[in-house]
T-cell receptor, first 112, second 113 residues
């Protein structure tokens, strides 16, 4: 019930391309869905987040698409750059609970 | 604003030894979390504090792990005795608002040999 499933495990994208990472959740009580970016040796850093009252949120090159009926959400990175190479985690929480349940992570590599 | 501070950055111990990690959250952040991140996995919550009270410790292996947050500021996480499977990065995070917006520290990488 508490799982957040993330795919793919790893992703290689050419510079300038679109990177897409997908997540699915089971717990319908989740109502906050953030994405975190983690570089080696660093803690995860909040990238962008969405609540289920909207279907899409865009911040610069990063967009979250949210499908409440399918219980799925995805991260799109437009015009991917080598500096975007990192591990990305989706997560979910109950707004009143705060505890985040993380996906298993996607290692993104942007090649020239 | 200063970030979440953690120490040490790295620790190598033998199994059955004890170890302690320290975390100083962002000033004013009432909520503090300890997460365990095993290599290749997402972080898993161990314990959540609200000020100096425990909110959730359901996934803390209480036979060997303990944590405290004295005076609602700094926190320590202890493992005694350590097992090989405790090898992981231990992340501390803090937040001031309900519903997310965590700031993570850089973590302590523990290797148990």
């Amino acid at each position: 019930q508490q799982q957040v499933k993330q795919s793919p495990q790893s992703l290689i994208v050419q510079k300038g391309g679109i990177s897409i990472i997908n997540c699915a959740y089971e717990n319908t009580a989740f109502d906050y869905f953030p994405w975190y970016q983690q570089f080696p040796g660093k803690g995860p850093a909040l990238l962008i987040a969405i609540r289920p009252d909207v279907s899409e949120k865009k911040e610069g090159r990063f967009t979250i698409s949210f499908n409440k009926s399918a219980k799925q959400f995805s991260l799109h990175i437009m015009d991917s750059q080598p500096g975007d190479s990192a591990t990305y985690f989706c997560a979910a929480s109950n707004f009143g609970n705060e505890k985040l349940t993380f996906g298993t992570g996607t290692r993104l590599t942007i090649i020239p | 604003e200063a970030g979440v501070a953690q120490s040490p950055r790295y620790k190598i111990i033998e199994k059955r030894q004890s170890v302690a990690f320290w975390c100083n959250p962002i000033s004013g952040h009432a909520t503090l979390y300890w997460y365990q991140q095993i290599l290749g996995q997402g972080p898993k919550l161990l314990i959540q504090f609200q000020n100096n009270g425990v909110v959730d410790d359901s996934q803390l292996p209480k036979d060997r792990f303990s944590a405290e947050r004295l005076k609602g500021v700094d926190s320590t996480l202890k493992i005694q005795p350590a097992k090989l499977e405790d090898s992981a990065v231990y992340l501390c995070a803090s937040s001031t608002i309900t519903g997310g917006g965590y700031t993570f520290g850089s973590g302590t990488r523990l290797t148990v040999v």
